[in-house]
């Protein structure tokens, strides 16, 4: 065997992410040790560092538990107090071969490697396959702490076989760690699932299928408001709106490039009297066949077409995430046909002016503007036609610099037939999530042979501009249970105000209250039950209810009621008349907290 290939590191003098790297490879190793030494014939898969620490795969002999997490992180913690050196030496593939003949997937990973050199590396007792990274020794691992099992499946492929993954988190010092747990532990608080689950807003139903997504009636409520709204404002700016169908045919998507794209992404084919469909995974083609189906004038156009359109898209069920990861989701999209570049841009920023308005009417402040470039060297993924590329990636810059609003840029990130701006948006648990995008596209204009009659009465090319706002109803509702953590503002609230009669005696005086603010469409129920008072407005607050009106004697006689707000607010008796302007007023400029107003 070889001599040392990296013998000494100078961590103090690498960038941050490079020696949190080489400290998280190196945990993976001593992780791995840790289970061998647990579990002698655990199979080993890969352990990577991420971007909050590293994991592990293993294939083991039963499932793991809290108590083998303990066990594994105290026999780590033993293997970091011993500074055991990490040295990398090479060996030819035969002998590597030879030497991990009893662990399957590292053959698997031998397959990969051309003839050669394989590195390994040394710790202690425990040799792993590796292409090296790592600290000196063990005693240079910082702050971790392993957190979770989950499972994985080989290579990502659910053809393959299901790994158990340990995951630990490592930073550079215990109060960073310690950081990372509170914002952990705030994710798990504010969890949408959690939430939603708690409030009934939706279900999701195995024999319905995971992915699939079920409004129960208060989450369809939110739903519906927010469609309500968007499909408003919309129609203000010129917007015509449509509905077309879930499925279309094949020869549509592979004219429009979707097949061959993104058919690994697609609901299997469905077959019949000789004609095979798709449900559709995007809404662009069938918008294109609406604007296809007439020829216009460079008059008509913009013409904005929009639809709250049904998409399908297979997602690996290991990536499906309550609402914010769906198969079956509802897009707020809008396909804006232009006649050029100087249309395009104002389009654009009438569209990022549109957003901001949403944003921030919804009271989101955490989101970023990203624009999202190709690779003109990957012309398997992206559409090979550089000119276009840099048309539309220069058109982007120039509206997203004159709009004045912050933008970083990525490469690889656009879409398979054109530039991007994408909306990021921080999650509860930290990640960086794309919400909506607006692409410039000249590449599905030419698929389609689109045309308009210019002024000279020649036939022109149009450019469209794909766009969202509100992201899909399934994302944004995700979104917003975190934010808001369940405490919808009074519009958005499944049930705005509930009345509670003290006594039995007090209950038709409650429905007469009840009636008054239905008329005004405010949501409203009467809490009849045979409960004590304090019992009925502990159960509205649990359920997140706006405002609570309790009524007895005083409050009949005064035609009035008792005003709670939701987290502990006490308004007192209040006439029912001023109770209705009050809740009508807060729900139409569309506050965020009870009581306090913004401008409509």
Same mark, same amino acid.
């Given at each position: 065997?070889?001599?040392?290939?990296?013998?000494?590191?100078?961590?103090?003098?690498?960038?941050?992410?490079?020696?949190?790297?080489?400290?998280?490879?190196?945990?993976?190793?001593?992780?791995?040790?840790?289970?061998?030494?647990?579990?002698?014939?655990?199979?080993?898969?890969?352990?990577?560092?991420?971007?909050?620490?590293?994991?592990?795969?293993?294939?083991?002999?039963?499932?793991?538990?809290?108590?083998?997490?303990?066990?594994?992180?105290?026999?780590?913690?033993?293997?970091?107090?011993?500074?055991?050196?990490?040295?990398?030496?090479?060996?030819? !593939?035969?002998?590597?071969?030879?030497?991990?003949?009893?662990?399957?997937?590292?053959?698997?990973?031998?397959?990969?490697?051309?003839?050669?050199?394989?590195?390994?590396?040394?710790?202690?007792?425990?040799?792993?396959?590796?292409?090296?990274?790592?600290?000196?020794?063990?005693?240079?691992?910082?702050?971790?702490?392993?957190?979770?099992?989950?499972?994985?499946?080989?290579?990502?492929?659910?053809?393959?076989?299901?790994?158990?993954?340990?995951?630990?988190?490592?930073?550079?010092?215990?109060?960073?760690?310690?950081?990372?747990?509170?914002?952990?532990?705030?994710?798990?608080?504010?969890?949408?699932?959690?939430?939603?689950?708690?409030?009934?807003?939706?279900?999701?139903?195995?024999?319905?299928?995971?992915?699939?997504?079920?409004?129960?009636?208060?989450?369809?409520?939110?739903?519906?408001?927010?469609?309500?709204?968007?499909?408003?404002?919309?129609?203000?700016?010129?917007?015509?709106?449509?509905?077309?169908?879930?499925?279309?045919?094949?020869?549509?998507?592979?004219?429009?490039?979707?097949?061959?794209?993104?058919?690994?992404?697609?609901?299997?084919?469905?077959?019949?009297?000789?004609?095979?469909?798709?449900?559709?995974?995007?809404?662009?083609?069938?918008?294109?066949?609406?604007?296809?189906?007439?020829?216009?004038?460079?008059?008509?156009?913009?013409?904005?077409?929009?639809?709250?359109?049904?998409?399908?898209?297979?997602?690996?069920?290991?990536?499906?995430?309550?609402?914010?990861?769906?198969?079956?989701?509802?897009?707020?999209?809008?396909?804006?046909?232009?006649?050029?570049?100087?249309?395009?841009?104002?389009?654009?920023?009438?569209?990022?002016?549109?957003?901001?308005?949403?944003? $921030?009417?919804?009271?989101?402040?955490?989101?970023?503007?990203?624009?999202?470039?190709?690779?003109?060297?990957?012309?398997?993924?992206?559409?090979?036609?550089?000119?276009?590329?840099?048309?539309?990636?220069?058109?982007?810059?120039?509206?997203?610099?004159?709009?004045?609003?912050?933008?970083?840029?990525? !490469?690889?990130?656009?879409?398979?037939?054109?530039? !991007?701006?994408?909306?990021?948006?921080?999650?509860?648990?930290?990640?960086?999530?794309?919400?909506?995008?607006?692409?410039?596209?000249?590449?599905?204009?030419?698929?389609?042979?689109?045309?308009?009659?210019?002024?000279?009465?020649?036939?022109?090319?149009?450019?469209?501009?794909?766009?969202?706002?509100?992201?899909?109803?399934?994302?944004?509702?995700?979104?917003?249970?975190?934010?808001?953590?369940?405490?919808?503002?009074?519009?958005?609230?499944?049930?705005?105000?509930?009345?509670?009669?003290?006594?039995?005696?007090?209950?038709?005086?409650?429905?007469?209250?009840?009636?008054?603010?239905?008329?005004? !469409?405010?949501?409203?129920?009467?809490?009849?039950?045979?409960?004590?008072?304090?019992?009925?407005?502990?159960?509205?607050?649990?359920?997140?209810?706006?405002?609570?009106?309790?009524?007895?004697?005083?409050?009949?006689?005064?035609?009035?009621?008792?005003?709670?707000?939701?987290?502990?607010?006490?308004?007192?008796?209040?006439?029912?008349?001023?109770?209705?302007?009050?809740?009508?007023?807060?729900?139409?400029?569309?506050?965020?907290?009870? $009581?306090?107003?913004?401008?409509?």
């Amino acid at each position: 065997m070889a001599d040392p290939l990296e013998s000494h590191v100078d961590l103090a003098s690498l960038p941050k992410e490079e020696r949190l790297n080489r400290m998280r490879h190196s945990a993976a190793h001593v992780l791995a040790e840790a289970m061998v030494e647990l579990m002698p014939e655990a199979e080993l898969g890969i352990g990577p560092p991420i971007d909050t620490g590293f994991y592990y795969d293993f294939r083991l002999p039963r499932p793991l538990n809290a108590d083998d997490l303990t066990w594994l992180d105290e026999r780590m913690r033993r293997s970091l107090a011993g500074k055991h050196a990490f040295q990398m030496a090479s060996l030819t !593939k035969a002998e590597a071969e030879a030497k991990w003949a009893n662990q399957p997937f590292k053959l698997d990973l031998l397959k990969d490697i051309e003839e050669g050199n394989v590195t390994q590396c040394t710790h202690a007792a425990f040799t792993d396959l590796c292409r090296g990274g790592h600290v000196n020794h063990t005693g240079e691992i910082p702050a971790f702490k392993l957190m979770s099992i989950a499972g994985a499946y080989w290579r990502g492929s659910e053809k393959n076989p299901q790994l158990q993954r340990v995951y630990g988190a490592l930073f550079e010092t215990e109060a960073e760690l310690a950081a990372y747990e509170q914002q952990l532990e705030e994710a798990r608080r504010r969890d949408h699932r959690r939430i939603g689950r708690e409030l009934k807003l939706f279900d999701l139903i195995e024999n319905i299928g995971p992915g699939h997504v079920i409004w129960l009636p208060a989450g369809a409520t939110i739903r519906r408001e927010l469609i309500r709204w968007i499909e408003d404002l919309e129609i203000e700016r010129g917007y015509q709106h449509i509905v077309t169908p879930n499925v279309g045919k094949k020869e549509l998507y592979v004219r429009s490039g979707h097949w061959s794209h993104y058919q690994d992404a697609m609901y299997p084919i469905m077959e019949r009297e000789g004609e095979i469909y798709a449900l559709r995974p995007m809404n662009c083609p069938s918008h294109i066949m609406v604007y296809e189906s007439e020829l216009h004038s460079y008059r008509e156009l913009p013409i904005r077409l929009a639809e709250l359109g049904n998409m399908h898209r297979w997602e690996k069920s290991g990536q499906l995430t309550g609402m914010s990861r769906v198969r079956i989701m509802t897009l707020n999209d809008s396909h804006i046909f232009c006649t050029g570049p100087e249309q395009v841009e104002q389009e654009i920023a009438g569209v990022l002016e549109l957003m901001e308005d949403v944003y $921030g009417t919804l009271g989101l402040r955490n989101y970023s503007y990203r624009l999202s470039l190709g690779d003109p060297e990957d012309t398997e993924k992206y559409v090979d036609n550089p000119p276009m590329w840099e048309m539309g990636e220069a058109l982007l810059r120039r509206v997203m610099q004159r709009s004045g609003l912050e933008f970083h840029e990525a !490469k690889g990130e656009a879409a398979f037939y054109g530039p !991007k701006i994408d909306v990021q948006f921080q999650s509860a648990a930290g990640k960086d999530e794309t919400l909506v995008t607006i692409q410039v596209d000249f590449h599905l204009p030419a698929q389609f042979e689109l045309e308009y009659v210019a002024e000279d009465g020649s036939r022109q090319r149009p450019i469209i501009v794909h766009r969202g706002v509100l992201s899909t109803m399934e994302r944004m509702v995700a979104l917003l249970i975190e934010e808001y953590e369940g405490n919808f503002p009074l519009w958005l609230s499944p049930v705005q105000a509930v009345v509670i009669p003290i006594a039995d005696r007090h209950v038709a005086y409650a429905e007469e209250v009840a009636k008054e603010l239905r008329a005004a !469409k405010l949501r409203v129920e009467v809490d009849g039950r045979n409960e004590r008072m304090n019992g009925k407005i502990r159960d509205a607050q649990m359920r997140k209810i706006p405002y609570m009106l309790v009524v007895g004697d005083r409050e009949a006689e005064a035609r009035a009621a008792a005003v709670r707000v939701r987290g502990g607010g006490d308004l007192g008796a209040t006439p029912v008349a001023d109770i209705v302007a009050r809740l009508r007023d807060e729900r139409d400029t569309k506050a965020l907290v009870p $009581g306090v107003f913004r401008e409509a």
